[in-house]
């Protein structure tokens, strides 16, 4: 019954979709108050950008006034939302964690689901669902006319931010003579726990104090990462949105950056503008996820299925996502993956 | 009655299956600490009735093992051989070892399947044929997956478990009947998997 409901909405949508991606629809939060009954995210800064487009090709598809539309807020500017009618008004979540703690201190009547950029952790609450995306991947990004080379290791990445290593010439003798400024985004961010735990080999390293915490993740237009001897981490996906298919404005751009290799393997396929199959295979790729409570992901009531119908297996998502995915620089999961629900 | 006949018949595959399960050897390697875990497949009586009904038994090979339960169905066990796989990020592969044997009692005809694998990017099981060297597409787990992790296993659960096309159309021809269908319900799967370390 939910499949059908799913591949009827996918007939119907597809056309839609295609054009809506290909004519470069800017979205961001909702235009307008969303109704009690919809569903509305909050969190992460990366999948922030491909969500809201997303919801904005789901919502054609709806016909029915009255039935559940899908929203989602960006992860900035700071300060107070009210995300749907009757909401308590919240102090807007910049990052996975913070969308995932606010999901975790609200009901659906102020919060749906939470996007997030980094796969469950054992602190996450057991009745949180992890429903799988898209693939991402985490590198590293500098000036382009800065002092970084074009590759780092893993060993250099883990020096580098644990502060063993803070000139450039202990990575390589030929490199300037100068100090390395390591940048990380703010704490809530998922992009700064998964690109934290891939460096250490799988267990999180602490950032040393040669590190400045808190930039805003995957904006290289921040004037602090244009010092010629900065590096950040980066997603890749949102990289290739913003260079190759135009999806940045405003600070949401990728400025003087450049991304980087990490152990000798290129993040981005230019030729296919995505990223690149080698990259994909190391530890640094990543799935990147919408969070729900399990209670409402799996009840068989109208909001249970209205969740699944567009995220779940099956659902308008990952029936009729890919494209919208790939422009903003995401890797679509298959059949299998896609939807699966992940617990901490 | 064929509701009858089909019980009988899978009681019939049941002995069968427990006396290879019985004579089945524990295996031990303590050299190092391998891979480990196990897929378990609960198959529905209904998939277990009709089978029996088209003359076709599902055997578990050795070191798979088999059990059965009148309500539950017939549960197969494949234990894990090896991989090297992250179900949670998706990508990887986890190998098993036994196999299974089809046979069409009404033809005589057999195939042996064994060296599954589970392939986590693509979301299926293949497995080799006796006499081939080329996978095939076997098993999909369908409908509602959960992943979880707890320390260094991953385990996942498949509300469904289906026969691939490419699959059912393999059984087919090898067995002589039409009996296989993409997206035939065999039941469900748990699968648990601890990398080697």
């Not at chain 1, 898209?134 to 502060?163: E, F, H, M, R």
């Not at chain 1, 990147?288 to 992901?297: C, G, K, L, Q, T």
């Not at chain 2, 090297?84 to 990887?92: C, L, T």
């Not at chain 2, 005809?109 to 693509?122: E, G, R, Y």
Request: charged share 10%.
């Amino acid at each position: 019954m939910r499949k059908t409901a799913a591949n009827l909405l996918a007939a119907a949508a597809l056309a839609t979709s295609i054009a809506t991606v290909f004519a470069g629809t800017a979205v961001a939060d909702p235009a307008g108050l969303p109704n009690a009954q919809d569903i509305v995210g909050v969190g992460s800064d990366t999948t922030q950008a491909v969500l809201n487009q997303l919801a904005a090709d789901y919502n054609v598809t709806v016909t029915n006034p009255s039935a559940p539309h899908l929203y989602s807020w960006d992860a900035i500017p700071a300060g107070t939302i009210t995300t749907k009618s009757g909401a308590t008004p919240i102090t807007r979540p910049n990052g996975s964690g913070a969308g995932i703690t606010a999901l975790n201190a609200n009901t659906s009547a102020t919060v749906d689901f939470a996007r997030s950029s980094r796969a469950p952790q054992p602190t996450d609450p057991t009745t949180d669902d992890f429903v799988a995306l898209a693939k991402d991947a985490v590198a590293w990004a500098a000036p382009s006319a800065g002092n970084a080379p074009a590759n780092l290791t893993t060993q250099n990445l883990k020096d580098i931010y644990t502060c063993t290593v803070t000139n450039w010439t202990q990575i390589n003798a030929s490199l300037p003579n100068a100090t390395i400024k390591p940048f990380l985004p703010q704490a809530n961010s998922g992009t700064r726990s998964f690109f934290l735990t891939a460096i250490g080999g799988g267990t999180a390293v602490n950032p040393g104090t040669c590190v400045t915490s808190g930039v805003q993740e995957n904006q290289g237009s921040d004037p602090a990462l244009a010092d010629v001897n900065a590096l950040v981490p980066y997603s890749v996906a949102h990289y290739i949105g913003q260079v190759y298919f135009g999806k940045g404005s405003g600070a949401d751009v990728q400025g003087p950056l450049t991304i980087r290799s990490v152990d000798g393997t290129a993040p981005v396929d230019t030729v296919n503008k995505t990223i690149s199959s080698a990259f994909a295979a190391t530890p640094y790729s990543r799935v990147v996820y919408n969070v729900f409570r399990d209670a409402e992901w799996t009840a068989t009531d109208v909001h249970g299925t209205t969740l699944r119908a567009i995220f779940g297996r099956g659902g308008w998502i990952c029936a009729n996502g890919a494209a919208d995915l790939k422009s903003f620089g995401f890797l679509p999961l298959s059949s299998f993956a896609c939807g699966s629900v992940t617990h901490s | 009655m064929s509701r009858m006949r089909a019980r009988l018949a899978s009681s019939g595959a049941a002995v069968v299956l427990a006396v290879t399960a019985a004579s089945g050897a524990a295996v031990a390697d303590t050299t190092t600490t391998p891979a480990a875990g196990q897929a378990v497949i609960t198959t529905d009586v209904a998939f277990l009735s009709n089978a029996a009904r088209n003359g076709i038994v599902v055997i578990p090979l050795q070191p798979a093992n088999p059990a059965f339960d009148p309500n539950a169905g017939l549960t197969v066990t494949l234990p894990v051989s090896g991989g090297a796989a992250n179900i949670p990020a998706f990508y990887g592969d986890v190998q098993f070892g036994g196999g299974l044997l089809f046979l069409n009692l009404a033809t005589g005809k057999s195939v042996t399947l064994k060296q599954f694998d589970f392939s986590v990017a693509n979301g299926y099981f293949t497995a080799v044929p006796n006499g081939s060297t080329t996978p095939v597409p076997l098993l999909d787990p369908a409908g509602d997956n959960v992943i979880n992790r707890t320390g260094l296993t991953q385990s996942l659960n498949s509300s469904s478990f289906q026969v691939d096309a490419e699959g059912a159309n393999y059984l087919d021809a090898k067995l002589g009947t039409t009996y296989f269908t993409a997206g035939q319900q065999i039941g469900s799967l748990a699968l648990s998997y601890t990398p080697a370390h």
